[in-house]
């Protein structure tokens, strides 16, 4: 099907490029040479780092755009290829036919042509046509002076024993005509989307349930298509699955859209015999066609345009926790709250190895508070422990007091202060329970587990996180409710760049780790992981050649971003890749200074132009990324750690009060706002109307994942555990501040600890963002068709199609 142009490449392949050319706003031969790597097995990392000359220096997140519609391009071309072999054997592909299948930009525009020529079961039409009424149709839409039932009566047969019956039978034929027309058919499928609305309502008898309360802002709702953002899309949606909401497509006027059906099938009125029945055509067509197909269509627009956005927030809040500010390799204590139970205690060396358990019982009922702080301070100072790892369940606000308390009792004792810090603890009991943790722990208690995640995520959030389901991370909206391989694609996507930037620790990895890096296949990983077990720590990049099953395009692919500390060759323990040290010997050999004297020499390296270095091998791109390497070589891209101060005295939602002025950590950001823990068990909203004194249209503009912030509370709900929240320091308690819903967001806990949400949380769907009440239908926006049928609104209403 492919045609090779004066260059060798496919016209397909071609025409492919420049479609994605156009988009990403880059030039063809980008685009072009980018897509030879990707066909010859290159990662996306290893392309954006060390293949810049190759692709014009596009960023990881072009090049997973342009590996995103790549697949759907490539995809669409084999489906088109599929339908022309297929009409092809009907004997029914025109040159016409052809050239519109070969134009088609959309899957959606591919099937609609498709539409006629798909082998179905027998129609009404299909019977009717067997019956001999296709000539009836065409008197009927000719020019017609004689009673439709008349001419009707002469074509009564088996089947179709009056009249009516045959009328009915030759509608059915028109109407197939109506629904199977690719041009009108996505011609009103657009308009429909472009001017439409949703409506919902809430479900008769369901308006006082407990239920339906977090659904009420959308009890009378209505709000056009293009303009409902994901999250309410998402919200609406699980409404309606819950049975609480009515939803309604509103496609707007019935009668434009009857004078497009009209015009596009030569069914408009003539003032002749025949106009009754071409009336009822038109009405049926969009009623029981178009209309019904427009709206499949809408609702899976809508769900893909949520899902979408949906996934981008969940990404983009991945990405942020994943490259949060780690704390380092310093001796911690995990504290995994709890009332009952206790709270289980992990202390982890420096490298995250377990050193001591033990569960402790300082809260209600027991309230052995005193001998708490007494074992956790001997093992903090028989541990030398640095950092104490509070989870941020249940219980949270208690145990940071408990551990605040130690930590002074341990200065007092040892003059070193352990720290009290509170960490995320999403995900941990999904970790604690998976095969992998109880791999690495196959004796430990699982609740014990838990402190150990906990502890190690403060030491460095990446190497710990990468073990658990970013879905189980809980950092999205609505996660449950999207495409779960579109998520499931997109995260770990968002794992593989956030590792690969900034580089592993070949000889401290854990398997999991390993896997995320470029290149290394989970089988990969684990061979590693054994060869270092039996053979020793690595001491140079080379010996990854050794390791079984990792060839040369592995090597090539993850050695970049495998890290050997302490080898002799100092650039092992850098991101300048195996294949650029011939370069630096270049270097070295001009300035006469020795590797490990190039290292870290700002003064020499300054000095140097990038330009003097450059050859056929190695262009100026590579030559300023190594010079850069060298300067600060294995530098860490993620921000110093710092913790947020939570205020004493702030332990839960009714200790707040408006105008206090708090810090916080951003757990969550979404499309309306931020969530804020400011150490009440329950997140505070900042809602994105509140964040700066400038317009923001993407709340990521402002705050990430992870990030400590300054926050003023403006309103405080203890019976519905809502907080409002400013980053505007100055605004006044009680002035309107907008503010979104929570009802509608996944919680942060999703797939995590306490049943899936922090105490107080509330889950379900609701509105996040003050969702529009019903309006008046949405201004019409005239399509190709629309303005004229508009126009003959009166005529067709007189010819019966508004009836």
């Known amino acids: 099907m492919t045609v090779r142009d004066i260059n060798g490449q496919t016209t397909t392949a071609a025409t492919i490029a420049a479609t994605i050319a156009a988009e990403l706003g880059v030039a063809v031969t980008q685009v072009t040479a980018t897509v030879g790597l990707l066909d010859d097995g290159n990662t996306v990392p290893f392309i954006a780092r060390y293949r810049k000359e190759v692709t014009g220096g596009l960023d990881d997140a072009q090049l997973r755009t342009l590996e995103t519609r790549l697949t759907y391009l490539r995809e669409l071309e084999a489906r088109k290829a599929t339908v022309l072999a297929a009409i092809e054997e009907q004997g029914k592909l025109t040159d016409e036919l052809r050239d519109q299948i070969l134009r088609c930009e959309t899957k959606a525009r591919l099937e609609d042509l498709y539409l006629p020529f798909r082998s179905t079961r027998r129609t009404k039409a299909t019977i009717a046509r067997e019956a001999g009424l296709e000539p009836l149709v065409e008197a009927l839409l000719g020019d017609c002076h004689t009673d439709p039932a008349e001419l009707a009566a002469s074509y009564i047969t088996e089947g179709f024993d009056d009249a009516k019956a045959v009328l009915t039978g030759a509608r059915s034929i028109v109407l197939e005509e109506i629904a199977t027309d690719a041009d009108l058919v996505g011609e009103v499928r657009e308009r429909f989307y472009a001017t439409g609305s949703m409506t919902a309502g809430v479900v008769a008898g369901k308006e006082a349930s407990a239920d339906a309360q977090k659904f009420r802002d959308y009890f009378d709702f209505s709000e056009s298509f293009t303009e409902l953002p994901s999250h309410r899309i998402l919200a609406l949606l699980r409404g309606e699955g819950e049975g609480v909401l009515q939803l309604t497509l509103d496609p707007g006027d019935d009668e434009i859209y009857q004078g497009m059906i009209a015009m596009a099938r030569g069914l408009e009125p003539k003032g002749d015999a025949a106009d009754r029945f071409r009336a009822e055509c038109v009405r049926f067509g969009w009623r029981t066609k178009l209309q019904v197909s427009s709206g499949v269509d809408v609702r899976t627009r809508l769900k893909e345009k949520a899902d979408a956005g949906a996934v981008d927030v969940f990404a983009r809040n991945l990405r942020d926790l994943l490259l949060a500010a780690p704390a380092g390799q310093r001796a911690t204590l995990g504290l995994d709250p709890g009332y ?409 806990r999703d797939g995590g600890r306490d049943g899936g949400q922090r105490q107080g949380r509330p889950q379900g769907g609701g509105q996040n963002g003050r969702p529009r009440r019903k309006q008046q239908p949405h201004g019409q926006r005239e399509g190709q068709r629309g303005g004229q049928a508009g126009s003959m609104a009166d005529a067709l209403r007189r010819a019966g199609f508004g009836q």
Request: glycine share 8%.
């Open 340 to 748: 009952a139970h206790g709270v289980k205690c992990a202390v982890v060396d420096p490298t995250g190895k377990v050193l001591d358990t033990v569960v402790i019982y300082p809260h209600q009922p027991r309230n052995r508070w005193s001998e708490s702080v007494d074992v956790l301070a001997r093992l903090c100072a028989t541990h030398n422990v640095d950092l104490m790892a509070v989870g941020n369940g249940t219980a949270s606000r208690e145990t940071e007091k408990l551990a605040r308390e130690i930590a002074d009792k341990v200065s007092a004792a040892t003059g070193s202060r352990p720290t009290p810090v509170v960490v995320s603890e999403a995900g941990a009991s999904v970790y604690s329970a998976s095969e992998l943790a109880a791999e690495e722990f196959p004796d430990m208690d699982v609740a014990l587990r838990g402190a150990v995640s906990i502890a190690r995520r403060l030491q460095d959030p990446l190497a710990e996180l990468v073990k658990i389901d970013p879905k189980s991370i809980g950092v999205g909206q609505y996660q449950h409710d999207v495409n779960q391989v579109m998520l499931a694609d997109s995260l770990d996507s968002v794992v593989e760049d956030a590792v690969n930037s900034v580089g592993v620790d070949v000889n401290t990895a854990s398997a999991p780790l390993l896997r995320r890096v470029a290149g290394i296949t989970a089988t990969l990983a684990e061979n590693i992981v054994h060869h270092r077990e039996a053979n020793g720590a690595f001491t140079s990049r080379r010996q990854l050649k050794d390791v079984p099953r990792l060839g040369p395009k592995a090597f090539e692919q993850c050695a970049g971003f495998l890290r050997i500390h302490g080898a002799a060759d100092p650039l092992d323990a850098s991101a300048v890749h195996p294949e650029a040290y011939p370069l630096v010997r270049k270097i070295t050999g001009a300035t006469g200074v020795a590797v490990a004297d190039l290292v870290g020499n700002t003064r020499v390296l300054a000095s140097l132009r990038p330009a003097d270095f450059a050859d056929d091998t190695f262009g100026v791109p590579t030559v300023t990324d190594v010079l850069a390497e060298l300067d600060k070589p294995g530098r860490d891209p993620r921000p110093e750690f710092r913790t947020a101060e939570l205020k004493e005295g702030i332990e839960k939602i009714s200790d707040l009060a408006p105008g206090m002025v708090l810090e916080g950590t951003v757990t969550n950001v979404a499309a309306f706002g931020a969530f804020i823990d400011v150490g009440v068990h329950q997140d505070g909203l900042v809602h994105v109307s509140a964040m700066s004194d400038k317009f923001v249209k993407d709340p990521h503009e402002v705050v990430r994942s992870g990030q400590v912030v300054k926050v003023k509370v403006m309103e405080v709900d203890v019976e519905r555990s809502r907080i409002g929240l400013s980053l505007r320091l100055t605004d006044e308690p009680g002035a309107p501040v907008t503010r979104g819903d929570r009802g509608g967001r996944d919680s942060g």
